[in-house]
């Protein structure tokens, strides 16, 4: 059992710490890098396993060298506010703090800061961008310091939505880890690429149409780092020139020493940053393992050792959803066997595993925080941050106990939102340290990455360049999109659901048991009350599951969705369960 201990402490220098305390931003400069013994925590026990902890963590580790190649809360008034609004000046703050290590001079070739001297910013005023991907794992939106809705510290995150935007309602559009990284790579739902389960990844057909391999062709350099969750073959390892996979844990063997999964992401970020050919743009994805659970141990959650002190005196708020009630109003065929109750049990069934689970979870979310800064200051040492798009996200949300639930999967909004902040050197200073209340979504990401490089989006992509909400005056953007996610092992444990969402209201579909749901997201955005046998609710039920059906089958066409839905009209099938194939 990870013991908690409030007698460690940050060895820091007095001088610093007055310093820090001068510029009121102490927090973010305190967790530059974790240095000191790492936590040996021995052989992990394995209890309460399932047939699906495999796919989450496998037992056979891939690394390839390169050269061989608190609460469940809605949308807050703190940010819902901040709209597209200009932060005060006083929130504009020095960027994180360069340490003493010695890195050589930047060279003669770095290209010059690109910074927009007004709001009239066009695309093809900018030459190809560096571009930063820092991708976690099982983090939903409201998880960072900013989103104020926790204890959690995330200082970096912080400091990087002053520099850039947060997308405050930026979902995935199927919530598990492999379907995720898919639909990033495709720009596609799932029901296009079809790669259901990660050790069968039909999504590689499309690979001369994923980004990657577009990147490369147009002669960035890549580098990969952690987690991929598909098979390495020759032709993934021979598109990323820096290819570093591995996942599964957070304590690996290093060397005949211990080393913690997100240092280990660092280390070799670090390396990519310093090794990379200098005359090159690059793109470098991060993809961190943490704060994804050990599944099928007890302790589930494992921080580093100099994060124990971390939330010792804290309390983490149980959800307003996390009762027996709000469990026995799930739908019936929610039983026992079901894959988020049994994660409940082993996460959240009594008031100090919560506490102990939360505060580890936490801990690993601030050890990513220091280590996307420290892979930050590398950037800035080599003068390239401001010529870099730099986007934090995740593959998606997680329950912390609301409905009684653990993991993700299903269409509620702890599942589907997770967070996007994005730091472009091409944005308006108008719209550095803005809100955006639009629908995002991680199919937008392939174009968005794209569009930094200066290169059309395939053909086969669904999504749009998210730069069009900042580098736009008016987008016509979505205000609605689908949500999938099929049946896993069996119906029983992990259900097959698809979703038309709305800002103010979400219809949910259970194909496999021919149920449906109906939510006021305005009035109850913890979806505790089904309207969907409400007779007043008739006439919004009928139209959302025309809607609903037409994008279903919109997501079954290559190129983006037609948010307009003119396309799909006509087309409306009455049996939601269409056997229609995708269009390849």
Known sequence: MVAESGNRMFRIPVFMMVILAGLGFAALNLRTGFKGDVLGLGLLRTTGSSALDSFDNPRQVQEVSPEKKSASTPLSEAEGNQENKPKAEERKIDPPEKTSEKTPNPPETTPPTQEPQNDQVKKEDFKPMNIILLYGDDWRHD????AKA???QTP????????GMKFVRNCV????????????YTGQYVCRHNSTYPHKPDWYVFWDKAWPKMLKDAGYYLGHVGKWHFEWNSMVSGTWDFGRPYYGQHWYNDRGGRI???????KDALEFLKERPRKKPFMLSVCFFAPHSVDGTDDQYFPQNESMSLYVNDTVDVPISATEEEWNKLPSFFGDINEGRRRWRIRFDTPEKHQRMMKNYYRLVTEIDATSKAIYEELERQGEADNTMIIFTTDNGLFHSEHQLAGKWFPHEESIRVPLII??????????????DEFTLNIDLASTI?????????????GRDISDLYLTEDPQWRQEFFYEHPVHLESRIIPASTALVRKGMKFMNWPDYKVDQLFNLTEDPLEMNDLVKREEMESVLGEMKIR????????????????????????FQEDANTDKKPSR
């Open 173 to 184: 559009t199927t919530s598990v880890c492999w379907i995720s990284r898919a639909n990033l």
């Open 548 to 571: 609903h059906n037409e994008l279903k089958l919109a997501a079954l066409e290559p190129g983006p969705i037609d948010e307009s839905g003119e396309r799909m009209r006509g087309v």
């Open 150 to 152: 926790s204890i959690v």
């Open 260 to 266: 913690h999964t997100t240092k280990k992401n660092e």
């Open 423 to 436: 730091k472009d050197p091409r944005m308006p200073k108008t719209k550095v340290g803005t809100v955006n």
């Open 156 to 163: 970096f995150f912080d400091w990087l939505a002053d520099q």
């Open 143 to 146: 998880s960072i310091g900013s």
């Open 450 to 462: 794209l569009g930094a490089a200066k290169l059309p989006q395939s053909d086969l992509m669904q």
